[in-house]
């Protein structure tokens, strides 16, 4: 649309453009200011926006993308070493939406950097309760009717400085019981009933709970941007404070869509861009919803005198469709959140099987949550960092690699994949601290073969030191090296996730590598 403007137009764009830069209009005391002088500047860039004879919705454009980067500079400029925070406690049985109360508070001095896990966290410990249960932060909304579950990534300080520059006061953050986060890596079929066509009727059960798992991973995580279930549904839509209308709905990797006529196709009804979706509280009866089951929309910067939303016929779809939406909006992250959650869960109870404890108990080796987090921190960086300070650790992200499995986990895994010569993947060594593994399969056989470090790289079998594990892979690709066969495929990490919880003995076998 630029490309249309007349040469002084565009002098005159770039003149608005470099009179709002932040370190030119806001500075860190001019972030302080008043909701009123904030529109006041809002009203002049429009006002210069004006001048330009811009087509309406350019403008439009233009006017959202400003909001967006003040409230985006406030909140950076809001941002200090630690704040104090009020956190509402819901109760150990307030797991459902109707059961929002205000059952105690916990007072927390949060730093700006804490995401959502730490801070649960820390309410748990400062309250005495165990911290490997599966606690959650929520934001209920009272006047708004409105709840949404705190991914364990974000930022709180973040969320809340975000309402500060909203002027929204109604808002609290409560502390609760999530027990369903994460259940969608664990029964994907529950929200998606497709991934389960074509699952042979003949396996056992934890056999068609492996290959779900697997085909929703695969084919919806292994990619990034992840993909978004499309799905295709007839759904009310608000179209007034307290009027609904019946349309074709449909959902995609753009956005939420709605069809206003049979000529006009698909009209955008939200994106997954800054906007995020909010379970409700009574919209039936508060605004004649036509069901209870109805999920709410708001875009970052949005003012208008109702919330978007959608009605859906009955709970199943709308939990199949809010789970859509969560993909859509924090894509990859949940991946890496569930892994995360999963990772540090395993070193709580193996903390505490080691006589640590995380409360405000005394007489035991760690009595608080500064030595908790030093311990836990400890672990993460040795994990990350590996025994060796000068060595490329850089194949812990390669899907090849899979971490610290047992022998059983390879075992299932590889066989699952038809176990063909070639067929591999690098795991840790379950006895041997620091160092890794390859196994490969060898004419129905499943060889290990430890890799050791020698002159700063990596060596096995008969090959050279490699600076990096990634090129010893590469070469072991054109070359045996003295390994009974050249590595064709691996076996991808998504596949040993899904096993690790089906395996129960995670000890290793004798003579493991």
Not at 183 to 205: C, K, M, Q
Not at 279 to 306: H, M
Not at 310 to 320: L, T
Not at 425 to 453: A, D, P, Y
């Amino acid at each position: 649309m630029e490309a249309e403007l007349s040469s002084d137009e565009r002098d005159l764009l770039a003149k608005i453009t470099l009179s709002t830069r932040p370190d030119e209009i806001f500075t860190a005391e001019e972030a302080q200011k008043s909701t009123i002088q904030i529109q006041e500047h809002i009203d002049r860039f429009t006002a210069e926006l004006s001048k330009l004879e811009l087509p309406r919705a350019e403008i439009d454009f233009r006017i959202k993308e400003e909001k967006i980067r003040v409230a985006k500079l406030r909140l950076e400029q809001a941002k200090y070493a630690q704040r104090e925070v009020t956190i509402y406690w819901a109760g150990d049985n307030a797991a459902e939406t109707e059961n929002i109360m205000l059952d105690k508070t916990t007072e927390l001095l949060i730093d700006s950097e804490l995401d959502a896990w730490t801070v649960c966290r820390q309410v748990a410990c400062k309250n005495g309760l165990e911290l490997e249960n599966p606690w959650g932060l929520v934001i209920y909304d009272q006047s708004l009717s409105l709840l949404r579950a705190v991914e364990d990534h974000e930022v709180v300080l973040d969320i809340i400085d975000s309402w500060k520059t909203r002027n929204i006061t109604s808002r609290q953050l409560f502390f609760r019981p999530e027990t369903k986060k994460y259940h969608i890596f664990d029964s994907p079929a529950a929200y998606f009933n497709e991934l389960a066509s074509g699952v042979s009727a003949d396996w056992t059960r934890s056999e068609r709970r492996v290959a779900i798992r697997v085909r929703f991973l695969t084919e919806y995580f292994r990619v990034t941007p992840a993909n978004v279930p499309e799905l295709e549904q007839e759904l009310y839509i608000r179209v007034g404070l307290k009027k609904w209308k019946k349309v074709k709905c449909t959902l995609n990797e753009e956005g939420l869509f709605y069809e206003k006529s049979k000529d006009k196709g698909l009209v955008q009804y939200a994106s997954f861009a800054h906007t995020k979706f909010f379970e409700t509280v009574n919209y039936d009866r508060l605004f004649k919803a036509p069901s209870s089951a109805v999920t709410a929309i708001e875009e970052d910067g949005e003012t208008c005198e109702y919330m978007r939303a959608v009605c859906f016929d009955d709970r199943f779809k709308q939990v199949s469709w809010y789970m859509a939406m969560r993909m859509g909006t924090f894509s990859n992250q949940l991946l890496i959140n569930f892994e995360h959650n999963d990772r540090r869960m395993k070193l709580l109870k193996s903390l505490q099987r080691h006589g640590a404890s995380f409360t405000a108990k005394t007489g035991r080796r760690i009595t608080g949550y500064s030595a908790f987090t030093d311990r836990l921190n400890e672990v993460e960086i040795n994990i990350q960092r590996g025994s060796d300070f000068h060595l490329d650790w850089s194949h812990k992200t390669a899907d090849w690699f899979h971490g610290k499995i047992s022998r059983a986990q390879q075992q299932s895994c590889l066989e699952r994949l038809g176990g063909k010569n070639g067929l591999f993947l690098v795991r840790e060594s379950t006895t041997t601290e620091g160092q890794c593994v390859l196994v490969v399969c060898h004419k129905g056989n499943i060889l290990n073969f430890l890799i050791s470090e020698q002159d700063g790289g990596y060596v096995v079998g008969d090959s050279k030191p490699f600076s990096k594990m990634q090129h010893m892979v590469d070469a072991l690709m054109e070359s045996t090296n003295g390994l009974p066969c050249k590595l064709s495929t691996h076996a991808p990490k998504i596949l040993s996730i899904v096993l690790t919880s089906l395996v129960d003995d995670d000890s290793p076998t004798p003579g493991d590598a």
